[in-house]
């Protein structure tokens, strides 16, 4: 989606803030949003606290300001509302590298097993899922599955093998990652802890497990920043996208805050799916009431399934 044209003498800020009383629409952000973004949320969150966010809310217009799935989260649980996105283009590597087809096929090879699938997939995978959970919650959902079942989980790897790590559960592992967590370099990373020796390692749980295993906190989003904020450590180097750097500067602003770097010398440390939503899309959504999310209510309901179960089992 190519950047629309706005008026240049336009207050942006102000702007969305009149569109949002005018529609009763929630600006629900996910923390690696543009730090302008985030600063006009009204909830800012990772994917189990928006997807909370979307389920109590009781807006007319839900503006979603992350990706394409968690888009697609909150219409599912929200069929009588309208739900936008600012850049329908906003994807993920890790839905975008599980197709139904595959998906589906992968499941028959397996009869009987159980399905667990990361919220970072599409209604699709999520509708042929037994549960669903977020990187807040997954070590709990897989603990809830009997031990004499079969798990499959997909679609990121990396999360899977943290999680047969933790519960010491076995787990045939979808083999997808996300292309910021994967980039982080090993190499560089040591040597950033040696300019930086007090500075404590966090990490979230889809980064690979080299670097899992140099991690002084491996955590969800959330999870990271509220260790950040608590901790005594003063000093932190952060292995998971750059937008967080943002929520933890403001919640914690004596402290310093350093993103990991990528292998290249790219900006690799930030979704590009993330930061396709920007303050001009938003503005013209919320105007328009449009890109907006719709589905088959046949898939919608079967896709609302697995995620009720999760989000119950989360409570």
Same mark, same amino acid.
């Given at each position: 989606?190519?950047q629309?044209?706005?008026?240049p003498?336009?207050d942006?800020?102000?702007?969305?803030k009149?569109?949002?009383?005018?529609?009763?629409?929630?600006?629900?952000? =996910?923390?690696?949003q543009?730090?302008e973004?985030q600063?006009? @949320?009204d909830?800012?969150?990772?994917s189990?606290?928006?997807?909370q966010?979307a389920?109590?809310t009781?807006?007319?217009?839900?503006?979603f300001?992350?990706v394409?799935?968690?888009?697609?989260?909150?219409?599912?649980?929200?069929?009588?509302k309208?739900?936008?996105?600012?850049?329908?283009?906003? &994807?993920?590597?890790?839905?975008?590298?599980?197709?139904?087809?595959?998906?589906? @096929?992968?499941?028959?090879?397996h009869?009987?097993a159980?399905?667990?699938s990361?919220?970072?997939?599409?209604a699709?995978?999520?509708?042929?899922?037994?549960?669903?959970?977020t990187?807040?919650?997954a070590e709990?959902?897989v603990?809830s599955?009997?031990?004499?079942?079969?798990?499959l989980f997909?679609?990121?790897?990396n999360?899977?093998?943290?999680?047969i790590?933790?519960?010491?559960r076995?787990?045939v592992?979808?083999?997808?990652?996300?292309?910021?967590?994967?980039?982080?370099?090993?190499?560089k990373l040591?040597?950033?802890?040696?300019? =930086?020796p007090?500075? @404590?390692?966090?990490a =979230?749980p889809?980064?690979?497990?080299?670097l899992?295993?140099?991690a002084?906190?491996i955590?969800?989003?959330?999870?990271?920043?509220?260790?950040?904020?608590?901790?005594?450590?003063?000093?932190?180097?952060?292995?998971?996208?750059s &937008?967080?750097? =943002?929520q933890?500067q403001?919640?914690?602003?004596?402290?310093?805050?350093?993103?990991?770097p990528?292998?290249?010398?790219?900006?690799c440390?930030?979704?590009?799916?993330?930061?396709?939503?920007?303050?001009?899309?938003?503005?013209?959504?919320m105007r328009?009431?449009?890109?907006?999310?719709?589905m088959?209510e046949?898939?919608?309901?079967a896709?609302?399934?697995p995620?009720?179960?999760m989000?119950?089992?989360?409570?």
């Amino acid at each position: 989606m190519e950047q629309p044209y706005v008026d240049p003498s336009l207050d942006l800020e102000a702007e969305i803030k009149r569109l949002k009383r005018e529609r009763n629409a929630i600006l629900l952000a =996910h923390y690696y949003q543009d730090s302008e973004v985030q600063d006009l @949320a009204d909830v800012i969150g990772d994917s189990l606290q928006l997807a909370q966010a979307a389920k109590r809310t009781n807006a007319d217009v839900i503006v979603f300001c992350g990706v394409h799935f968690m888009a697609e989260t909150a219409k599912i649980l929200n069929p009588g509302k309208i739900v936008v996105l600012p850049d329908l283009d906003a &994807g993920c590597s890790l839905a975008d590298g599980c197709p139904i087809d595959r998906f589906r @096929a992968w499941q028959a090879r397996h009869p009987g097993a159980v399905t667990i699938s990361y919220i970072n997939c599409s209604a699709e995978v999520k509708a042929a899922s037994d549960l669903i959970c977020t990187s807040s919650n997954a070590e709990k959902i897989v603990r809830s599955v009997p031990a004499d079942k079969q798990i499959l989980f997909a679609p990121d790897r990396n999360l899977g093998r943290y999680l047969i790590q933790k519960t010491g559960r076995a787990m045939v592992l979808w083999q997808g990652v996300c292309v910021v967590h994967e980039t982080f370099s090993e190499k560089k990373l040591l040597a950033l802890r040696e300019r =930086h020796p007090n500075a @404590a390692l966090l990490a =979230h749980p889809e980064c690979e497990p080299g670097l899992l295993a140099t991690a002084d906190f491996i955590g969800s989003t959330s999870a990271l920043l509220r260790h950040a904020v608590e901790s005594p450590k003063q000093e932190f180097i952060v292995a998971t996208e750059s &937008g967080i750097l =943002h929520q933890m500067q403001k919640q914690a602003p004596h402290k310093t805050f350093i993103a990991a770097p990528p292998e290249s010398s790219c900006a690799c440390n930030e979704c590009p799916y993330m930061r396709l939503n920007t303050l001009e899309k938003l503005y013209v959504c919320m105007r328009d009431l449009s890109p907006r999310l719709e589905m088959p209510e046949a898939l919608r309901r079967a896709a609302e399934l697995p995620i009720e179960r999760m989000l119950a089992l989360s409570n």
